[in-house]
């Protein structure tokens, strides 16, 4: 009986060994699709996450989310330009701030540059949500700017200013334990 079980177990085992072995060979020498440095295209309509965590909350239908996916196409299309412009300009950022003898001035002109592409690509951005207004509901332009930008902000901690310094030049014990921020 001992016997019959530990065949039992033993056979077990291998399969799983063989199995977790294929697994790891099939995906191992899968071909897979060569990176050429663009950006992951659109999904097709009626796939991929906006189909998923947009549609149901805002009640999206397939037009508004066809009208969705041709207006990011077209924001990252208008982009593209200005992002390996800010990159270029950020990488020249990097090499004027490694110089020994520091270039203030220079230093100083790029990062005006980089806040104007910035800005451009904000402008952008910012004209596309506009144009959201065409075919989104009220209540849907709130639910949909509620996530855009809370989201944002959803994980950073809130800052709280510092009270006044007491007499003693000590700063007053934060309420409930909590730091000040």
């Known amino acids: 009986m001992k016997l019959k079980v530990l065949i039992g177990i033993l056979v077990v085992l291998i399969v799983m060994n063989l199995a977790t072995l294929g697994s790891y060979v099939y995906y191992r020498w899968k071909e897979v699709p060569a990176w050429t440095g663009k950006r992951i295209p659109p999904f097709p309509p009626g796939r991929g996450p906006m189909n998923h965590s947009m549609r149901h909350p805002m009640n999206f239908t397939d037009e508004q989310l066809l009208e969705m996916r041709k207006l990011l196409t077209t924001y990252r299309n208008e982009i593209q330009g200005l992002e390996e412009e800010l990159m270029k300009e950020e990488e020249h ?25 910035q800005l451009e690509i904000r402008k952008i951005g910012i004209q596309k949500l506009i144009k959201t207004k065409e075919f989104l509901s009220p209540e849907q332009q709130r639910h949909f700017y509620h996530r855009l930008f809370m989201g944002r902000f959803k994980n950073r901690p809130r800052r709280r200013l510092m009270t006044p310094m007491d007499t003693t030049g000590i700063p007053p014990k934060p309420p409930m334990g909590r730091p000040w921020y």
């Open 93 to 117: 950022l990097l090499q004027l701030l490694q110089e020994t003898p520091i270039n203030h001035s220079e230093i100083e002109k790029t990062l005006s540059r980089i806040s104007e592409v």
